[in-house]
């Protein structure tokens, strides 16, 4: 069923978001850069105290992520390494400056690719060396383990068969998430998020997107309130729903402390009995929540 049109609530969005996505996202390696060179990372890693809780944190900045759940007790990921670059000189100077970094320290393993386009805070910037160095992950899991899993472009995030809290952020492409039992957040800029429970969140949730649909396939007897945005969509449930007024937000307006009072923009939808607050945020796209009896 179709929910209220006044789920269509006003943005105010931050263009600055957009803006931070690579200029060369989505082109042809090959035309701006002649050169390449590829390479293979296969790796087990063991978990350095197998007895504490499980997380993986994996952070790429070009290239798609895949993460599979399994029954293994270790981290086992197969890297493709391809160095797009100007001239043989600027693959040396990659080959130097680009580096993935492995650790495990109790039941944390972390993979984080770093290079000239990080600044001592972590983040990204607009650094061009000329060469590109896309990594593409394909990493299998102990099942139970949360996850933090990033990447900016060139390439989807896949994660699949996962009991854990989850947080998934990437900045120019899908998030595509299955057999999922666990509760987090999802967010990207351009490209679809879809997310396939087993079991329905037990805590708060937030999908967001900016062009794309949020697709939710949740199980029967969800107990849940929605927070819901879209401009340029609808929303669409499975579920019977009622309608509930969300709390009005007090933000600062200026330097002197001058209050002002203004709407979420989200508009409330409580399914079953209500529960955990699961935002579903969107610009161009629809929100859609389903109903998973598989």
């Not at 040396?92 to 492995?102: C, H, N, Q």
């Not at 990207?188 to 967001?208: H, L, M, Q, R, W």
Request: one cysteine or more; hydrophobic letters at 35%.
């Amino acid at each position: 069923m179709r929910l209220p049109k006044r789920v269509r609530s006003g943005w105010i969005f931050i263009l600055g978001l957009i803006m931070m996505i690579p200029l060369t996202a989505g082109q042809d390696w090959e035309e701006s850069y002649p050169v390449s060179e590829k390479s293979t990372i296969s790796k087990s890693i063991p978990f350095a105290d197998p007895s504490a809780a499980r997380r993986l944190i994996l952070d790429n900045v070009i290239g798609p992520v895949k993460v599979e759940g399994t029954n293994r007790r270790d981290v086992q990921i197969i890297v493709e390494k391809v160095i797009h670059a100007k001239s043989r000189d600027k693959i040396r100077k990659a080959e130097e400056e680009v580096r993935l970094d492995i650790n495990a320290e109790g039941g944390e393993v972390e993979l984080y690719v770093d290079g000239p386009f990080r600044d001592n805070n972590r983040r990204r910037n607009r650094h061009r060396p000329g060469y590109v160095v896309h990594y593409g992950f394909t990493v299998q899991v102990p099942k139970q383990i949360s996850i933090d899993i990033r990447t900016a472009t060139d390439g989807d995030i896949e994660i699949r068969n996962i009991t854990g809290d989850f947080e998934v952020s990437h900045a120019n492409g899908k998030i595509i998430m299955t057999d999922i039992n666990g509760s987090g957040s999802a967010h990207t800029a351009n490209g679809e998020v879809k997310v396939y429970f087993t079991d329905n969140p037990a805590k708060d949730c937030s999908f967001k997107t900016v062009n794309g649909d949020v697709e939710l396939h949740l199980r029967p007897g969800l107990s849940a309130d929605f927070h819901l945005k879209t401009w340029h969509g609808d929303a669409y449930s499975d579920f019977e729903f009622k309608e509930f007024q969300l709390p009005i937000q007090r933000t600062v307006e200026d330097k002197d402390w001058k209050f002002v009072y203004k709407s979420t923009q989200y508009q409330g939808v409580r399914i079953g009995r209500g529960g955990p607050a699961i935002r579903m945020d969107t610009m161009n796209g629809d929100l859609i929540i389903t109903k998973n009896e598989q």
